[in-house]
């Protein structure tokens, strides 16, 4: 069963996740094929859900744009926090790469007429925060985890009448603050004017990377929930013959965890 986004409301996220025991040659056949979504991702497309797009997905796009980036673990970032956050990985890494120009940070990358961004590579700033134009850089980040983290943080601040976890601070999210932005925009459309002014393309953009994320490859990854414990997958295994190699053992909205391969 495909999940592409499931609505939340506050801090209140219930998922029901049923799968079906597939013989091995099945799931490899099935995931040879390029991930079709139920429907376009549009501008008034939810911020709040849960994505299962796959790391492999994430990094297909960015790497048609920029296969030399320098943040080869940013894929898997985005798709693990987005689960700790309640927020879709897939619009949360569309807008990125709109934000970073693909982590090139240019305005123009054109090398005949290249126009540097405001923001440079070594910030860690993946989505432009503080970076208010005319030339100010923004805020800068020590690694690119945290560099996700404060998108993620900053991100729930626009979206979410109330903190989703302890990570909802001005520490992680040097922006966090005022109640100006607060639960401000639900939909990828309500970010412009707000997180891009005048941005009155900024949601529909998002939603045309998105949809190219959409339509790479799942490239054998595979996310699903089995409210086990922290350790390794021994149920997993023993009933789907699949290995989840990497867990994640922060509980989210209720979850146990969550097995990514």
């Not at 894929?75 to 689960?83: C, D, I, K, S």
């Not at 007429?113 to 030339?135: L, R, S």
């Not at 990570?167 to 309500?190: I, K, M, Q, V």
Request: proline residues 7%.
């Amino acid at each position: 069963m495909t999940v592409r986004g499931l609505t939340i409301t506050g801090n209140s996220l219930k998922r029901i996740v049923t799968f079906t025991i597939i013989p091995a040659a099945l799931i490899i056949v099935f995931l040879a094929f390029p991930a079709t979504p139920a429907f376009a991702v549009s501008e008034y497309d939810s911020i709040a859900g849960v994505s299962n797009v796959t790391p492999a997905q994430l990094e297909a796009e960015l790497d048609s744009y920029n296969p030399n980036h320098i943040h080869p673990d940013i894929a898997r970032m985005y798709v693990e926090w987005g689960y700790r956050y309640g927020i879709r990985a897939d619009v949360a890494f569309a807008q990125m790469l709109l934000e970073t120009n693909y982590l090139r940070y240019c305005a123009n990358c054109d090398p005949a007429h290249y126009v540097p961004g405001d923001v440079a590579p070594w910030q860690n700033n993946f989505a432009g925060i503080g970076a208010t134009g005319g030339g100010n850089p923004g805020n800068s980040f020590a690694t690119p985890d945290l560099g996700v983290l404060a998108h993620y943080t900053h991100l729930a601040w626009y979206t979410f009448p109330d903190h989703q976890n302890d990570f909802c601070n001005s520490y992680f999210d040097p922006r966090h603050f005022g109640t100006y932005h607060r639960n401000s925009a639900h939909t990828l459309r309500e970010l412009g004017g707000q997180w891009a002014v005048p941005g009155t393309t900024y949601g529909r953009d998002i939603a045309r990377i998105a949809n190219r994320i959409w339509s790479r490859q799942l490239g054998g990854h595979w996310l699903g929930n089995f409210n086990e414990v922290t350790g390794m997958p021994t149920l997993a295994l023993s009933t789907t013959s699949i290995y989840f190699p990497w867990y994640d053992s922060k509980p989210v909205n209720g979850m146990a965890g969550n097995w990514i391969l």
